[in-house]
């Protein structure tokens, strides 16, 4: 497994932007599909955005697709969320995740997991 620390969470406006980072440990970063999750209070967690290790291939929930970008820097270890126009019912924890497998594509299996970060969007 692999140890995950998310950061750049916050309080934003409305049509505001974020940029979520996703850093990991250990020397198998860059041969693990990364993806990104995220949770409101009282509902499921949610699938939005994953990558392919080699950054290659991208996938986004509905909800998201034209607004949210993942990209990954496999030197940083790091995988990163931009959120641009940003609305209230993307208030939630936003979770990191690792897939089990190397080299995997869809459907993924993450399990590894960040201790997510907060992402209020509110005027």
């Known amino acids: 497994q692999v140890q995950l620390v998310e950061s750049g969470g916050g309080l934003v406006q409305p049509g505001g932007s974020l940029r979520l980072s996703c850093t990991a440990s250990?020397?198998?970063?860059?041969?693990?599909?990364m993806g990104w999750y995220r949770q409101a209070p009282g509902q499921e967690r949610e699938f939005v955005a994953a990558?392919?290790?080699?950054?290659?291939?991208?996938y986004y929930g509905d909800s998201v697709k034209g607004r949210f970008t993942i990209s990954r820097d496999n030197v940083k270890n790091t995988v990163y969320l931009q959120m641009n126009s940003l609305k209230p019912e993307d208030t939630a924890v936003y979770y990191c995740?690792?897939?089990?497998?190397?080299?995997?594509?869809?459907?993924?299996?993450?399990?590894?997991w960040g201790q997510g970060t907060q992402v209020t969007v509110s005027s």
């Open positions: 250990g020397r198998t970063f860059s041969r693990l599909a």
């Open positions: 990558i392919t290790w080699g950054g290659g291939r991208t």
């Open positions: 995740a690792a897939d089990r497998l190397p080299f995997s594509d869809y459907p993924f299996d993450f399990g590894s």
